[in-house]
């Protein structure tokens, strides 16, 4: 499973918006669960938001509910997370990921993910 992951970080102050995608090839599409995770300076890898390609389930983590939305575009093998109203907490490196069930992700963090993308850098200043 090959992970292309546009750089859609960057820097952007605090109430704006980024949106992240990453394309992912080597497989077929819905044979994964998709999740976001980051990733701030002396913190552990969290996940923020989860999406299954093949039924269409989605969960987010409390922090970032009304203001992420994950979606994917099966026709482009593509993920997107879009984030707005950005508070500097989210501050992170950001990474897409894919395990089998979303429940992997979830229940075993970074542990449930069999493959990683490339991360890319999401800073919210103040």
């Known amino acids: 499973l090959r992970f292309s992951c546009r750089r859609g970080g960057g820097l952007v102050q605090a109430g704006g918006s980024l949106r992240l995608s990453c394309t992912i090839s080597?497989?077929?599409?819905?044979?994964?669960?998709i999740g976001w995770f980051r990733q701030a300076p002396g913190k552990e890898r969290e996940g923020v938001s989860y999406?299954?390609?093949?039924?269409?389930?989605?969960v987010y983590v409390d922090s970032v509910k009304g203001r992420f939305t994950i979606s994917s575009d099966n026709a482009k093998n593509a993920v997107y997370l879009q984030m707005n109203n950005l508070e500097p907490e989210d501050t992170a490196v950001y990474y897409c990921?894919?395990?089998?069930?979303?429940?992997?992700?979830?229940?075993?963090?970074?542990?449930?993910?069999?493959?990683w993308g490339e991360g890319t850098q999401v800073t919210v200043s103040s």
């Open positions: 990921a894919a395990a089998i069930t979303i429940a992997s992700m979830i229940l075993d963090k970074s542990d449930g993910v069999d493959y």
């Open positions: 999406i299954s390609p093949r039924d269409g389930s989605i």
């Open positions: 080597g497989s077929t599409f819905d044979d994964y669960a």
